[in-house]
């Protein structure tokens, strides 16, 4: 990606998942690339449980801190269902999906007032270019669940054009120093998964 | 040095850098990380304080002394503080007074979508809208100033997606401000008729001074582009219109109260076509049209709802081609989380089909399916005092299925005047306390019943049935919601015994507590019954294995918290605790 030209971002998934954190993680990283930077959060009334999004952009100048449908460059979703959601945002022409491989049926669908969509991983294919990540069970072979938004984010961090340095003071800043360690090589191992 | 803040963080700053000295506020999404974060700083004195009136009367207290003080507060928040605020216009600050609203177009959180630049015009105050974090911090410093050189308090006016975007902001040092003391002056802040007069006056010239000193305002400034387009805009809404008319001409307004008239003249003049471009209601284009000049406004641009850069575009037909359209998607509402404690409770009432009157927070959530345990929310402290009405209206036999329902921070904020009422008017009035201690919904602020402060030190806890028993309730009780068969035994009671009676469930939010071994289901005996479904805990689901006939029940082991709320509803007992954790694993 060249990055004077703004890059639109939508990271979705369901609250309580790490979203807030992941992209303050990607905000700060292309601020320490100096680029100018915007992020958005949407996301309703609970703690927990709810469909969350946040738009990332980043560029020479950005303007808007929202992203308009068809115009996402990526779309990194920590749950299937929510990749899906959104997938009207992203560009007609390639786009990029990544995808954590799990399914969390919302309430709607657990009390059995609507039903999950059948072949979503098809239906996602159909959209642009998708990554399927087993995120999940990456975290629990760094014996920690709570890491799964990050591996997600050194997935993404491979189409980036950012310097590794840029990253990892990111991380240092968003993240309480005892798990900085762990996440940087839960970030190592989101980029290695790309190159598999 | 720069930096990336969100609004909320960059208001906090700036109250740093202005120097500011005292800041309270009640939590209310989006407003709640100024205060988190002013209180951050160890030179400000913060508090959350019981409501927004109560945190505004604090902060004008304050400010009587010559202290620099804020308060901040949703949108529907400012409609509590506004008895004070609008005598404040009249009394006058001494030291810097800056009230934060924080408005929600689009209700991501909330009852109503009020905009609240109305309150500028509606109580006289001046009104500064920022369009990014950097303008927060640097209006948040403004307005501290103009508070003070104009005698008035000021309205800073954000809205959610200024609030919750980050963007970046440049840093500078704390400009210290020091507190002159008090002196008195009863023809200025003892507000009674005689002296109110001719305050109003002052108020009235004030307003002409402001007006004057908006049109020099630097931050309210013309950008110009080709001059067949000219856009009025203010706050988020210009972001979003340099976006789709990056040619146009814009008036970039910021003092948007009172509004800078001989500016307005001169961009209208120079451009072929006046569109004005604001969130919510027309209030700008309205102050614009008084002026006698054409603009195209609402007439376009939705009323109802946020903003976005697509609803401009469609609005003003800027089309922009594009195939897919947005897929069929299950909702995925907020739900209480696993474990909560709030859950049990809500089954019960939904189980013994009781009218229940509700309240704002997360048990806002019970009344979503499956538990449907809610019938009324309007704004807090309405719980109480609605199913007090319900009862004088339908007589105290309806009052024997009705019940109210609120949380322990509301019954604080304003769950406590409508307690009193019930009990002086001979209410029949059932009101339960949902205590987890905690304000859980906003992110864990505490209140009088947690009995920490804002910056975490100890202060004195005042416990809810304390002020239950105070105020003359007799029927008061302290239940475990962990046990539905208690829970129910003891509502059973309430809703039997003739006056008001109070049930305080008590067990703290499931966030704040350590979560137990997860439970799960056990394939054999479980036979797809659902009823453990019916509590609404995220954690539980139904499958269909394709090698059985029936469907069948599992916990997701990741989400369990252990609650143990579900065995209790499992008639063949096939709910049972995790094998791997039994072993120790
Ligand atoms: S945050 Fe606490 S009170 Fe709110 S839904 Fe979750 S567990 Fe319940
Ligand atoms: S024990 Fe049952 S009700 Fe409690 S969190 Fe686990 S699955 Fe949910």
Redesign the pocket.
Known sequence: MENKKVTNIVICGVGGQGIILASNVLCNAAFNERLDVKKSEVHGMAQRGGSVITHVRFGEKVYSPLIEEGKVDFILAFEKLEAFRYLHYLKEKNGVIIVNDREIPPMSVLVGADTYPADITKKLKNYGELHLVPAEKTARELKNSRTVNIILLGVLSTFLNFKTRSWHSALKSCIKEKFVELNISAFDRGRALRRE | MKRLLSGNQAVARGAWEAGCNVAAAYPGTPSTEILENINRYPEIYTEWAVNEKVALEVVAGACFTGARALTAMKHVGVNVAADPMFTMAYSGVTGGLVIVTADDPGMWSSQDEQDNRHYGRHAKIPVLEPSDSNEAKLFTILAFDISEKFDTPVLLRLTTRICHSVTIVEFGKRKEHKIKGYVKDIKKRLVLPAHARIRHRIVEKRLIRLSRYSDIFPYNKIEWGKKSLGIITSGISYQYAKEIFPDASFLKLSFTYPVPIKLIRKFARQVKRLVVIEEGDPILENEIKVLGIKVTGKDKIPLCGELTPKVIRDSLKRPYKRTKKPLRAPARPPVL???CPH?GVFYVINKLKLTATGDIGCYTLGALPPLNAMDTCICMGASVTNAHGMEKALGAEFSQKTVAVLGDSTFYHSGITGLVNAVYNKGNLNLFILDNHTTAMTGHQPHPGTGRLAKGEAGKRVPPEDIVKGAGVEFVKIINPDSLKEVEEAIKQALAFDGVTVLIFRKPC?LLTK??P??RIDPELCNGCRL?LR?G????SLTFPKEKKRPLAV??QG?????????Q?CPRKA?VLSKEKENGK
């Open positions: 989380c696993p474990g859950r499931a979560p137990k997860p439970f453990c509590l805990c995220p954690a539980i916990i997701d989400l369990c918290v252990g609650c143990g709320l579900c065995v509803m709910i």
